[in-house]
């Protein structure tokens, strides 16, 4: 992986001098939390061709996805913003208050459609949270009444919600007029989009 980076950033390093044609910036928030090369070089490609139109890109990630913020900055992106960073500053209380309505819903024995019209402040967290779960354990059809699937979800489903806090915090931060995802249904993009 640390070839294919020097090779990239000596072969494409001319990335980084492309400049927004003149006239007003707008921001695009690119949505980028992986540290894959792939996907990183694929985003950062669809970013610069907004800043090509016009728009300054400023990336959401984690801040340990080291390598994708290199090859980011390869294009030339070098304002960044933390998820991780976001979700540290959800309150303890707002924490709290998640973790019981959380519960309280599972109190409710929900099935699969129940949980895909679970919703928190707008954000379809239900679907999201199903839809990682079943990312993570590759089956098509998952069973609520599994002890396994109740354990993810219940782990799952309150970290879907504060993320949504998370995504409230950094679109305040950011106030973006448009925003880049690749990937829109998973537990982390879910909610911010």
């Not at 390093?13 to 894959?36: C, H, M, N, Y």
């Not at 792939?38 to 728009?55: D, I, N, P």
């Not at 090859?71 to 998820?83: A, E, K, N, T, W």
């Not at 707008?122 to 079943?134: D, E, F, N, Q, Y």
């Amino acid at each position: 992986l640390l070839a294919d980076y020097w090779q990239f950033k000596r072969r494409y390093q001319f990335l980084s001098r492309i400049a927004p044609p003149e006239g007003p910036q707008r921001t695009v928030l690119v949505v980028s939390l992986t540290d894959f090369p792939y996907k990183v070089k694929e985003e950062a490609m669809l970013a610069t061709a907004l800043k090509l139109r016009g728009y300054v890109p400023v990336v959401l990630t984690f801040s340990w996805c080291r390598r994708g913020m290199r090859y980011h900055r390869v294009f030339g992106f070098d304002r960044f913003v933390f998820l991780d960073h976001a979700l540290a500053r959800v309150p303890d209380a707002t924490v709290e208050t998640i973790r019981r309505q959380a519960a309280s819903f599972f109190e409710t024995r929900p099935n699969v459609q129940a949980l895909k019209r679970f919703e928190y402040r707008g954000a379809h967290v239900g679907r999201h949270a199903l839809s990682t779960i079943t990312r993570m354990r590759f089956d098509g059809r998952i069973q609520l009444d599994n002890p396994a699937v109740q354990a993810q979800l219940t782990r799952l489903l309150p970290k879907a919600m504060r993320t949504v806090h998370a995504a409230e915090d950094v679109l305040d931060r950011v106030v973006p007029s448009l925003a880049l995802f690749h990937e829109k249904g998973y537990l982390d993009q879910g909610p911010g989009f």
